[in-house]
């Protein structure tokens, strides 16, 4: 690493390491975030939920949505529809989206977290969990 | 771009370290890489999450997921079961001491629900051997900001409308103190920060300089600029050994990027820093006594007037800030004195850092806006009193401090309100006491750690705590006349007017906050040769309740000398006059057929 020359040059490398923390300042507000849940139990892998998970932070990430946390969670019970992923945005019920491929990973980006527009492919949840 | 998922952050400051901690980071990197997820999953070290009672913390984000008492061995199930499987160890989270329900996020912990971390922003959430975080973290874009907009009058002027006062104790205006320095022209002046942290119970600045050292590296420089010196002196406890190695790592990696050294930023402004160790004395931690001993004259306080900020380190203008109240600085610069000084009450403003203690539920390490009050600090952040006891007191400000009680729960903390109160912000550092503490004996603690602390060089304070000990140890063997309580109050107020400096004027104030609140304990010692609290052994008594005991015998079996008395399956007698009051007998009983009183 060379001498840092001018404060423009470190605002630039603030911007450049800013990837490095985000994960915890976005966990710091999450009450804020939007969440995506991908279901990464042994069906859901099996089933390529890794890839969904990788496409869903590079398009996070390469669209700049900083109030996206990409997080992931256990069987959701929807074994049948796998790789499965909830969304959750601030103030409205969790979406859970089925059979999710990388394609349908920007389609459910473009969609749902940007405009909260619905779409097809949408699993009715069938459960209640103990905070409700 | 980094392909991290998730970010498991494990506390390494110095409490958890020694529970371990390190292993536990070893261990996860371990079974990540068996796992084959070592690049979807970041561990990294931090510094101090301040939840110091249930340490080792491991904390996972993005869900902040909040793990307490972690071990080693546990790291295979946080990687198989939460890192792989995103199912939470349920026995590992925080459980809520009232109701035993597990906490599974830290936001809704009642222990940071209050809080407000300024000083403390990044302790517990970068890793502070990486600069490129603290970067990442807004980190030296105040000075920048200060190298390249701001002339050193207007950094000055903000630190001033801040309001921010001196976070080591005395309270006094950090922008007033910088102003001085800066009036005073010479061709060399200094910067110290002052890192003797003595008050016993106090780590703050321990957790800070741990925990996000550059914060202070960044603010020693802002001072520098607007002062005109650029010379740093980080004047540190060698009994910190962890804080001095990542302070050492922060000014080598600030020298590495061009943050410290000749033209900074290209600016023109040259400024470094330089470590200094200190033995441990108390009395260092007073700014004279401090620079007399960086320049290895011995560490005795000398009369101000002289200012350091006028005749300092080696005769030159000399400003000495403590690491917290450095650690506000670049916060300050870049959110602006409007923000700062929005929080707090009317004459202290900002966040101050306590380090909670003794006989509380959560001891740890906290900072929350100035003018909450102690009854949120002990109950709601602190979780109340251990094992359901009845709360008696607080020690504020270290053995200069005095002892606050339940009437003044409800004071907002200032640095003005507790002086009012007969006590003191001092460094921070709170002692929590319940029912069974005695106060002759608190009183007398704090004597003794004066008493050892005198530098020994003005009279009233070499002499005075030496005598405040002896009558105090005195009143609490039961051998105290009511003339001593008198010459305790008397003496106490003339060590007050007379002694030198800080250390001598303020030794007297554990004495003096306690005498007149607990003056009936103190007579009880005097007159009943009676400890209320139960905790002077010269005064107790032990008995045996002829209704309880069955005559097993061990009570008699484990008295050292004899003094227990009686047959098999009949009742036991205790010789007072033989009695050394041990206690052996009473641990040993198990029918609680031995009282004491």
């Not at chain 1, 946390?69 to 992923?85: K, L």
């Not at chain 2, 990027?257 to 004395?281: M, P, Q, S, V």
């Not at chain 2, 009450?345 to 909450?372: C, D, Q, R, Y």
Request: charged share 30%; glycine share 10%.
């Amino acid at each position: 690493m060379g001498k840092i020359k001018s404060l423009e040059e470190l605002k630039q490398l603030r911007e450049q390491y800013k990837s490095k923390v985000d994960i915890r300042e976005k966990g710091d507000q999450m009450e804020k975030m939007i969440l995506v849940r991908v279901a990464m139990a042994t069906c859901g892998i099996a089933s390529g939920a890794r890839d969904v998970m990788d496409a869903f932070i590079d398009e996070v990430a390469n669209r700049k949505l900083d109030n996206v946390v990409v997080s992931q969670t256990g069987c959701m019970g929807y074994c049948y529809a796998e790789p499965t992923v909830e969304v959750t945005i601030p103030g409205k019920e969790p979406v859970v989206f089925g059979e999710v491929n990388k394609d349908r990973v920007k389609e459910i980006v473009d969609k749902y977290i940007i405009h909260g527009e619905l779409l097809d492919g949408i699993i009715p949840v069938t459960h209640k969990t103990v905070d409700d | 771009m980094s392909r991290y998922k998730m970010h498991v952050l494990v506390c390494g400051g110095t409490g958890c370290v020694s529970s371990n901690s390190i292993q536990i980071v070893e261990n996860l990197k371990k079974y990540l890489k068996e796992n084959g997820i070592e690049d979807e999953v970041q561990v990294l070290k931090t510094g101090c999450f301040g939840f110091c009672e249930k340490g080792p913390i491991v904390k996972i984000l993005p869900d902040n997921t909040f793990y307490v008492q972690v071990k080693p061995e546990d790291a295979e199930i946080i990687v198989k079961e939460h890192l792989i499987k995103g199912r939470k160890v349920e026995r590992l989270l925080y459980k809520e001491p009232n109701t035993q329900t597990a906490i599974d996020d830290s936001k809704h912990m009642d222990f940071y629900k209050k809080q407000m971390r300024v000083a403390l922003r990044n302790c517990g959430f970068i890793d502070p051997d990486n600069i490129e975080e603290y970067i990442a973290r807004d980190g030296y874009q105040a000075l920048g900001k200060a190298l390249t907009e701001m002339t050193p009058e207007q950094v000055i002027e903000e630190v001033k409308k801040s309001g921010l006062r001196g976070r080591g104790g005395g309270g006094f205006p950090t922008g007033l103190k910088w102003e001085f320095a800066y009036k005073n022209k010479s061709d060399q002046k200094y910067v110290v920060c002052n890192a003797d942290e003595g008050d016993p119970g106090a780590f703050m600045d321990r957790s800070i300089l741990e925990g996000d050292p550059h914060s202070i590296v960044e603010a020693m420089a802002i001072c520098g600029y607007a002062i005109g010196a650029n010379k740093g002196l980080v004047y540190i406890r060698a009994e910190y050994p962890l804080a001095v190695k990542r302070l050492k790592k922060a000014i080598e990696d600030a020298r590495e990027y061009g943050l410290l050294g000749k033209n900074i930023l290209d600016t023109g402004f040259d400024f470094d820093i330089e470590i200094k160790y200190g033995a441990g004395a108390f009395v260092c931690g007073e700014e004279t006594a401090l620079i007399h001993s960086m320049e290895g004259e011995r560490g005795e306080p000398t009369t101000k007037p002289p200012f350091p900020a006028e005749s300092g380190y080696w005769g030159k203008p000399t400003n000495v800030n403590n690491v917290e109240t450095f650690a506000n600085i670049p916060v300050i610069l870049l959110k602006g004195a409007d923000w700062f000084s929005s929080i707090g009450t009317e004459k202290s403003k900002g966040t101050k850092v306590f380090a909670l203690a003794g006989k509380i539920n959560n001891v740890g390490l906290i900072e929350v806006p100035m003018g909450t009050t102690l009854r949120e600090v002990i109950f709601d952040i602190g979780g109340g009193i251990k094992g359901g006891k009845k709360f008696k007191a607080v020690q504020t400000g270290g053995p200069s401090g005095g002892c606050l009680t339940e009437k003044d729960l409800d004071t907002p903390i200032d640095f003005d309100n507790l002086v009012a109160k007969g006590s003191m912000m001092g460094s921070g550092g709170m002692i929590v006491m319940d029912e069974d503490d005695c106060m002759p004996s608190v009183a007398k603690f704090y004597l003794e750690f004066t008493e050892d602390e005198s530098c020994g060089k003005c009279t009233p304070c070499r002499i005075g705590t030496k005598r405040l000990s002896e009558l105090l140890d005195k009143i609490t063997k039961g051998q105290g006349t009511m003339e001593d309580l008198e010459m305790l109050k008397t003496l106490s107020e003339t060590i007050k007017d007379t002694a030198l400096c800080g250390l001598g004027q303020t030794a007297p104030n554990p004495v003096l906050s306690t005498i007149d609140t607990f003056w009936d304990e103190y007579v009880a010692h005097v007159k009943e040769h009676r400890c209320p609290a139960g905790q002077c052994s010269a005064l107790l008594q032990y008995f045996i309740l002829e209704e309880k005991c069955i005559g097993c015998t061990a009570c008699s079996r484990v008295c050292p000398v004899g003094a227990i008395s009686g047959k098999v399956k009949s009742t036991h007698v205790i010789d007072q006059d033989k009695c050394i009051k041990c206690g052996a007998c009473y641990e040993k009983c198990k029918f609680s057929a031995i009282i004491k009183k």
